[in-house]
């Protein structure tokens, strides 16, 4: 596989400020423009930034160096070891994610998160397996000169038999490379969908145009979980998107699953994500926005065994904080309006700025605040192949809250 990224990175001595420097000693993986004390003056995107401690020169991190982000250096080897950052350094990184995986791997499960971006040492860049297509995002150009070698071992790693390469907008827009988005770079596809099997039961993802990688890996054991419990039940997946919730609940014996989400075109997807497995429940779908079809079912007074309330990220920036919290406050209280007696409320969040035990506080506030009396049944993190190596990259939580009248 040969891709056309002229750039030659070369090795720039950098040295930080005493409180950048001890985040960087104890494994963050993220230096700011502003904690640069002193570095080379012809830096470029991509460049091999050495970070030598402030008294000893001693090498206390190496990263790469992004010209255009405000994360100046994003560290890629944390210790003060000596490596040379080559083809087998990185080989040896993506062979320790995939040890990590290896509990997954021995499921009924042939998607899964190789590369889990920062926390998997590879800051800005992510890897999705599905069955033997591996899909490729990358968020920055500080990969450029160092993608054939890692593109091979990824591929070599996973033993997928087509690579798909996603690029971030911005470098989509930049003109530094010619990788295009949704481009198969290594075997062929016949299909830009992919099928493939979570816990024994069967999805597909649009490996060419969908969201993201073309599917959310990251809430599996969740779904899974939910699937479990929903035999037998009437299920709500509310922010529904390609179904995931819902059709581990119809392949789990669920009587009837509503999926609701604004966006037709994910409808469509959550319903054939559903025949692709033997189900006898009915599915039905709700096309429009959760805060105004939650409350209209309200008011038609239906209400379900399991409630799943899983929204996009509401808190994309410092500032939108407190509107997130309002938001989840809000449909805490829509789904225990609509969850039926003794039934279950399944609420998460994946706003890594509103932090888990926030999330937690808030909703057994709201739910405290009602007359019936509920259970906090469990309270879950990111699934085995989204390892978090540090603060920032825990975003998902999610509670489970069963209701005892």
Known sequence: MSLDTNYIPKRLAVKLNAKA?????KGHPWVFSNSIVKINDDAHTGDLAIIFSKNKNKVVGLGLYDADSPIRIKIIHNADTKVEVNAAFFHHKIELALEKRSELLLTNTNSYRLLFGE???FPGLIADVYDSVLVVKVYSEIWLAYLEPILESLQKTSKAETIVMRLSRSLQNSKNHSLKDGEVIF???DNEV???VEHGVNFSANVIKGHKTGYFLDHRDNRRRVGELSKGKSVLDVFSYAGGFSVHALAKGATDVTSLDISKQALDIARENGKLNAYTGQHKTISGDAFAEMKALIAKG???DVVVIDPPSFAKQQS????AKKKYAQLAELGEKLTAKN???????CSSRVLAQAFFDLNSQVLNSKSRLFETELKTKHDIDHPIAFPEGAYLKCGYYRFLE
């Open 343 to 349: 039934g279950l409320l399944v609420l998460a969040s």
């Open 187 to 189: 075997g062929t596809l």
């Open 194 to 196: 992919v099928e493939f």
């Open 119 to 121: 926390n998997d040492g």
């Open 302 to 304: 239906k209400t379900y």
């Open 320 to 323: 939108e904080i407190d509107l």
């Open 21 to 25: 420097e001890q985040f960087v000693v």
